[in-house]
């Protein structure tokens, strides 16, 4: 070849790194692996093979998991987990160092067998996968080194079930461990079956650094063994992977106390706006779309562009993906390698044969004779409700549709059922930050896409799954309160055969949208005082005035984009409001529940609501400091609409302990009342009246919690739910929020301001670029 040709064609030569140290290690292993279990690596026994998709061929044996396998790891990770959590968090912190510098000093190996195992570019494992788990142990060294100090009040879980997936098997493992361990945890860990063997690695490396036997356990396996692990003593399961498997996991551990989060799946918006630096927003797509060949969970999968620049940018893109070089992953100037397995290949290839809609283009390349290769693939002109438009296709495969406005933009993005991230391309600031609130997304990058560090939270809203991996928010997944607080308790209402007091029959009525409501099937049921006199009757709410109160909840969105300061200042005129009628209150509650307990309880409520109103404008965001030109602003945001059972104990402390910093965060709120001592709720809503609450902000039902409780987990316009009221309910509450994937908080005790603060928000995670 000419140099003259070589200008010409700017064809890159081939840049192979080689295989040889990591296949050596293969062999010095023997090519067989087993469990790494209470620090030890068993005896290989009968399991599968760990092939490179970009040759078929063979590159270790791995064992399948047994039941004792899982209950033998379960057990190591019982044992090591007090003396690992005892041991404090600058000790722990050492370990984590430990790690960190060994993944560095070996991060080529870990480099190139992520490669063959996974298919992945070398390019993307060398220069992203391997540095961020890196990072993700120091930034958790630190985390640990910390932890006395800055968390004096939370304490370990215990120990962890970590699932994870194939798409990025050695950094997913770093998400999931290096926090627990900070935390005091220890953990049992599988990784997905077709990626197994930088894990096996892993815990060579945790032998080197001299980590205490059971601290971490690998055991090796399909998702029946993930299943074992869900259904194993541990105190937490982590998961990441399809949304299918993680809402069959939140079924399967409805019934336990088990700590769950989940990291779904996505189909996440790239927006073009017409001021966009196009090129730029063209080249940020390789990044979005075809970095790991599409196998990324927040990869920029749905395109969305300005109509006015559309044709322009389409041709640009096509011209983009023409020169995208696809093929053997271990050359340094490969852009796209092999998908991961046959079986994913075998899903994308029919995903996009089954569609003839749109126009497609594929990038014009000739695909290795062997391995699993699927080309880039752009498709335009698709309607929005089209299935691949709304089915995440986990591949190189990027779908597109244009917009005219940005509200229609907006409504397009949100047009999902997921919510992981979201991208911006736009030159002009105002319009970015006007359309990064409205995104529902865990994550928002502007002008750059797929950015990642272990300062920033990840995870998502919405069917995405909930809790976050990373930043301070994702310690909380990883601890609990110190303290064991006082246990609420369960109490049967009072039992009477007299009339009213002043012989008037009072029917209270639920509060739905701002304004007393019948309740719909007309039923209710009376209420006495512990001396048997009737103090009135409170409505049976069902599924219908719970759709009601639903509707009014949503109707009612503008609360979630008032200012702190207002909703502060409608917090304290509630305060006021109940200060007038602080008497009043205090004898409704020593009717109700008898004894003399009203007014401090009163004047407990009060407080809750000005300590509510006072963090309304100062339960802040933060701005996380990221090593990439950039800024990630960790913004707080209402987690949506909330349905809370109120405890049986404390009828007017607990309702307002549930509702006071929900609103304060700019939530609606639908509240089941205490089940025995409902009246003080109903009179409670005279206060919301004359205290400027807008309609549905705040709605208020009575009745059996267990037929309201079911209602509300199920209800797909709910995002939330919330219960105080009898333990029994938790496995129904759970069980049925797995249809939206909505979040849940099983309280025992009654809730403290911080910890209701942080059911109540969402962290956003907005990149924007900073700095030089
Ligand atoms: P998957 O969700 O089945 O696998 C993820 C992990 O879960 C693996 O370790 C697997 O062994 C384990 N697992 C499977 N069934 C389980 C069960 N019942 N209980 C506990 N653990 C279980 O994902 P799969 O089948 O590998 O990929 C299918 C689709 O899932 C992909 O096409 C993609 O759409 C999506 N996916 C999403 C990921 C994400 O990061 N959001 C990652 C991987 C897959």
Redesign the pocket.
Known sequence: MTVKEIFQTMDYGPAPESAEEALTWLVDQGSRFGHFIDGQFTKPATGFDSTNPATGEVLATLTQATQADVDSAVAAARKAQPKWEKLGGPGRARFLYAIARLLQKHSRLFAVLETLDNGKPIRESRDIDVPLAQRHFYYHAGMAQLMDDALPDRAALGVCGQ?????FPLLMLAWKIAPALAMGNTVVL?P??YTSLTALLFADICRQAGLPAGVVNIVTG??AV??MI?NADVDKIAF???TA?GR??REATAGTDKELTL???GKSPYIVFDDADLDSAVEGLVDAIWFNQGQV?CAGSRLLVHEPVADRFYAKLRARMDKLRIGNPLDKSIDVGAIVDAT?LK?ITDMVAANSDGDMHQTACDLPAQGCFYPPTLITGLDTAHPLMQE?I?GPVLVATTFRTPSEAVELANNTRYGLAATLWTENINLALDVAPKLAAGVVWTNATNLFDAAAGFGGVRESGFGREGGWEGLTAYTKPKDAKKPLSLIAPFEGDKGPADGIDRTAKLYIGGKQARPDGGYSTPVYGKNGTLLGHAAQSNRKDVRNAVEAAQAAKGWAKTTGHLRAQILYYIAENMYARADEFAARLNALQGGRTGAQEVSDSINTLFTAAAWADKYDGQAHGVPIRGVALAMKEPTGVIAALCPDAHPLLGLVSLMAPAIAMGNRIILGASQPFPLVATDFYQILDTSDVPAGVVNILTGPHEALAGTMARHMDIDAVWSFSDPALSETIRKGSASNLKRTWIGTSLPTMRDTLTAATEVKNIWIPYGE
Do not use: M
Request: hydrophobic letters at 35%; one cysteine or more.
């Open positions: 699932i994870i997936p194939w798409n599988k997905a079956e399909d998702g993930g299943e869900v990441t992977g399809s498997v069959r996991i990291e779904l799946g969970c994913q899903t995440e986990f």
